[in-house]
């Protein structure tokens, strides 16, 4: 009976925790970036249950992006954020998914000789002629990610002496060579200043580092090195349990 008792108390308290996160998510859900969340306080009078009930609703939402604790400052709502899911799509696809207009500004487009790293991703031999493209990637007018796109001259000889097309997954397709499959990589960094300055960083910001190449049938046809901004970013990879286990 008293274990009876203790688990029923436990859904209680369980029901009480979503109806202070759903009211919370309702109240934030319409508010601008950097307003500040209800009070503990205030949430455990209002729905007469503890702090601590109060303090796990407040997580839950903190853990899904909404809310954001400042040390010192309190609780808040934070920017939207786009999940990123790994996935082989280009930017202006994934963008357009989420019902905002991308928008590009190339910063460089040059001819230049691969060093060891991009000769290995491309798997020509170091000091071959590439593209090296650099683009500064927005979203609303909101600057988003910096990429640099490395391409074997060798495979596109007049990549260069053309107008530099708006989508290069389009571009790959109209040549029959749209990337099937790929390879990423992530990794977590601070921001350099160049990448501050274009991405409108605070000094020291994190960024997500996503490598990238992509084959069409058996050749590398892009390596692609992209800085994105963690704070507008959630890396969203889906995850299969492989069939002998199950």
């Known amino acids: 009976m008293t274990e009876e008792r203790s688990t029923r108390g436990g859904g209680r308290r369980g029901r009480k925790h979503v109806l202070v996160r759903e009211y919370v998510r309702s109240v934030i859900v319409s508010a601008e970036p950097g307003t500040p969340a209800p009070s503990e306080r205030d949430l455990a009078e209002q729905f007469g249950v503890a702090r601590m009930t109060v303090r796990h609703a407040i997580d839950a939402l903190v853990a899904q992006g909404l809310l954001e604790r400042v040390a010192g400052r309190g609780t808040f709502v934070t920017k939207p954020l786009i999940d990123m899911q790994m996935r082989l799509s280009a930017y202006t696809e ?139 970013y959630t890396l969203w990879v889906p995850v299969l349990r492989p069939e002998h286990l199950r």
């Open 94 to 232: 994934e963008m357009e998914r989420r019902g905002k207009k991308p928008e590009s500004k190339t910063l460089l487009a040059r001819r230049e000789s691969a060093g060891p790293g991009v000769a290995r991703a491309l798997e020509i031999e170091e000091g071959s002629s590439i593209v090296h493209w650099q683009r500064l990637r927005l979203a609303d007018g909101v600057p988003m990610a910096i990429q640099h796109v490395y391409l074997s001259l060798d495979l596109f000889p007049t990549f260069l002496d053309e107008a530099l097309p708006s989508s290069l997954y389009f571009w790959f397709a109209m040549r029959d060579l749209m990337p099937t499959w790929g390879e990423d990589s992530v990794l977590a960094g601070i921001a350099t200043e160049d990448e501050t300055e274009h991405l409108e960083l605070e000094p020291g910001a994190p960024v997500l580092h996503i490598s990238r190449r992509a084959f069409c049938r058996e050749n590398v046809v892009e390596v692609t090195r992209s800085v994105y901004r963690a704070d507008r």
